[in-house]
């Protein structure tokens, strides 16, 4: 899901790159209010500028609810805070003991009658 929305953040913001480097600035609408030939393109005269306008208000909207999203994901996620936290220590196994030999006794010294 995480990897989804980012996508969708990323689509957002080139798309809001594109559309801002598209629109024309406030000064170049007084060529096209005069009739400039701006009228015989697809939006018409003032389509376009509208058609911009409300495309990057939409997009600059998904990307905001895209990065709350993920902002939230990440302060609220259920897995481990670290990796290293996930990896697991195996507890190191005992040192083998020696098997001791079995000695027999030593031979007990004969008795001396007194």
Known sequence: MKEVIMVIDIVAALGLVGL?????GKGADMGAAFGSGASATLFGARGSANFLTRT????????????????????????????????TQEQPAPPATPAVPDVAAPPKAPEVPK
């Open 20 to 24: 801002v480097l598209l629109q024309q």
């Open 56 to 87: 990057t208000a939409v997009l600059a909207a998904v990307f905001f609810i895209a990065n709350l999203a993920l902002a939230w994901m990440a302060t609220h996620q259920t897995g481990t805070a670290s990796v290293t936290q996930s990896v």
